[in-house]
């Protein structure tokens, strides 16, 4: 972002003295006038002016007698036509004043319907700034926006290049004494509240058209309700992580419930499948224990039947031998 200042206003166009001492041309907004500071972007630029060459001698000397005239200009600029500071006070009416380096008010205007009625009735520019707002008190009584005996709020306002400026402080300070004596001097009491803020702050409170104060009451509220709401969100999404969460506690708790069941369950079917095991090994054993029983009993059924064959052959074979040996005694017998 680049920085001029107001030169001149033409309709909706403003010629602006750029920070390099340049000039350009902008589109005007509501509140500008001459001698305000403001910032601007290359896409703001309307249209420039062209620098036509001619030889380098003419140059060289164009540049520099440029450069010392701006040096001249810029200091006197500086100290009697920019805008160093600004002072603003808000008691509705509303009013802000552009002070040069020297104090002196060099623009004026009021930021609503009253304060415009105001200055309307007196004339302040050029003015010293503390002879200034004494006079924007006193006509302020004059016209009854403060009154004895009630609870007057006044808020007086300094805006600088720095919010937290040495500047800044002393301006508020002496603006802050002025009033004082202003109110006293009229027997009136008021609470009297100073701030310092920074040329940012009023950049985005001109283009809205109102007072520094009003722009930060405004944006204080904004903030807080997206604070509440942001509270809100959060503990919605606190309170929907909570239930999630114990979801998900109940959830694992049934699966564990439910593991330990399936668990015992495969323990009794382990238990049973064993136990079946165990009796199909016993019937296993049995019968074949009953198997080699019988075959032990078939064989020794079988060597029994063997061994009476052979008692029998043997008999057979005795008696036949007996017979023949009586058939031969009978023979001998015979013969002799």
Excluded at 56 to 75: G, H, I, Q, R, T
Excluded at 173 to 198: F, L, P, W
Excluded at 207 to 234: C, F, H, P, R
Excluded at 264 to 291: A, I, L
């Amino acid at each position: 972002m680049k920085k001029g200042v107001v030169i001149k206003i033409n309709k909706n166009r403003a010629t602006l003295m750029a920070e390099d001492c340049t000039f350009c041309e902008i589109k005007a907004f509501n509140g500008m006038y001459n001698g305000m500071e403001v910032c601007f972007s290359d896409m703001d630029i309307l249209r420039k002016k062209v620098i036509y060459r001619t030889n380098k001698y003419v140059n060289a000397a164009c540049f520099m007698l440029l450069v010392f005239c701006s040096y001249l200009f810029l200091s006197f600029y500086q100290e009697n036509i920019a805008a160093y500071a600004y002072v603003g006070i808000d008691i509705n009416p509303s009013i802000e004043m552009a002070l040069n380096k020297k104090g002196k008010i060099i623009n004026i205007r009021g930021l609503d319907q009253e304060g415009k009625e105001l200055l309307g009735e007196i004339d302040l520019k050029k003015m010293d700034s503390v002879d200034g707002i004494k006079q924007i008190i006193a006509k302020t009584i004059d016209m009854e926006y403060l009154e004895p005996g009630d609870s007057n709020k006044i808020t007086v306002y300094a805006v600088m290049e720095k919010e937290n400026s040495k500047g800044g402080s002393e301006l508020i300070q002496k603006m802050e004494r002025a009033i004082k004596e202003e109110v006293e001097a009229h027997s009136i009491k008021g609470e009297i509240k100073t701030i310092v803020y920074d040329k940012e702050i009023k950049n985005k409170a001109d283009k809205m058209g109102i007072s520094v104060t009003k722009y930060i009451s405004q944006d204080a509220k904004v903030v807080i309700a997206e604070d509440n709401k942001d509270k809100s969100l959060k503990g919605d999404k606190k309170d929907k992580k909570d239930k999630q969460d114990k979801n998900y506690k109940d959830k694992d708790k049934d699966e564990q419930e439910d593991d330990e069941e399936d668990d015992d369950d495969d323990d009794k079917d382990d238990k049973n499948k064993d136990k079946k095991d165990n009796k199909n090994k016993m019937d296993d054993n049995k019968e074949k224990d009953d198997k080699d029983i019988k075959n032990k009993e078939a064989k020794n059924i079988n060597d029994s039947k063997g061994n009476n064959k052979i008692e029998q052959k043997n008999k057979e074979n005795k008696q036949k031998n007996e017979k023949e040996k009586n058939k031969n005694s009978e023979k001998q017998k015979n013969k002799n």
